[in-house]
Every structure is written in C-alpha cells, then in structure tokens.
C-alpha cells in the first residue's frame, strides 16, 4: 500500500495544481495493483482485479459523460480496482462509499460558506428535475473557474484510503 499512497501524493499534488490527474500516475499504481493481484491469487488474482476494474469503468463512465466526474477520477477508480483481490470486494465498495461521504460532506461545507456553491446546488437541483420531467440527460455543465464549486476527488479517495488503512472501516 506504500505505492499507492505515494501515487496518491502525487495525484493530489497535480490535480489541486493543474485539475489533471496524469495517466502515469494512474498506470503506475493500476500496475502495483495488478502485481499485488497476481502475488496473492495468481492469474485468478489478475482476473479478478481486470475484471473489478471494467466494473467500476461502467459503473462510473456515465457520471464522467454528464461531465459529473472527470476522466482521471473515473481512472483513479479503475485503479482502486486493481486492488480488490488484495483487499477484497467488501473494502472496495466500502472505500468507494467513504469516499462519495467525504466528497458529499466537502460539498456541503461549500455550499455553507460559498454563495457560488448554493448557486451550483439550485443548478443541480433544475438539472435534476428536469431529467425527471423529460427523461432527457444533457451535459452537466461545470465551469472550472468557479474553483470554489469544485471538489476534487482526489482528496476524499486518499482520505478514505487513509481511513481504510488504518482500519476506521473495513
């Protein structure tokens, strides 16, 4: 796990500076993972872990098109993935949950302190209602600039990584 919090440092550091997560990154720890899969469980174990990580790519692609997530949150996921033989399937979804809690309670921290952020929530809320109404799913529009609406993804993933290590969850 000492890589993959090492990564995480380096994710963090380039997605709070540049709003990009490097795919060098995402493909250095995706290879940990892979090793750490075959290591435990053999080819099973590499399966596995390919298989967990188109999973999560399906389950995740459709917020990245309604431009809810971005590319390197969706891959940053992929490669938590990787992982789910050495820490099994209960802890992934587990940490894919403590991570959607800690970026839900970031949020609502912003929209507390920062006008643009209940902006973004009244937004939210039209786009909502009128996917309900029309049953239409139009691009999520996310305007960089207003960096206080952001949350970037990597804090709480590393935040629940941490967690997860040091046993707060199982």
Not at 49 to 55: E, K, L, M
Not at 72 to 89: A, I
Not at 150 to 170: E, K
Request: aromatic letters at 12%; charged letters at 15%; hydrophobic letters at 55%.
């Amino acid at each position: 796990m000492g890589i993959l919090i090492g990564v995480f440092c380096v994710v963090i550091f380039m997605d709070w500076r540049y709003y990009r997560i490097p795919n060098v990154c995402i493909l250095a720890g995706m290879t940990a993972g892979l090793v750490m899969a075959y290591r435990t469980c053999a080819v099973a174990g590499l399966v596995e872990a390919v298989g967990v990580s188109a999973v999560v790519f399906v389950a995740f692609y459709p917020f990245y098109l309604m431009g809810a997530l971005g590319a390197g949150d969706v891959k940053l996921f992929m490669m938590m993935g990787c992982y789910c033989p050495y820490m099994g399937t209960d802890r992934l979804i587990h940490y894919l949950l403590v991570t959607m809690t800690i970026a839900a309670a970031i949020s609502a921290v912003k929209m507390i302190v920062y006008a643009e952020s209940r902006e973004r929530l009244l937004y939210l809320m039209r786009y909502l209602r009128k996917a309900a109404m029309t049953g239409a799913v139009d691009a999520y529009q996310v305007n960089k600039e207003q960096k206080r609406c952001v949350v970037r993804l990597s804090i709480p993933a590393f935040l629940s990584l941490i967690l997860m290590c040091v046993g707060v969850y199982a």
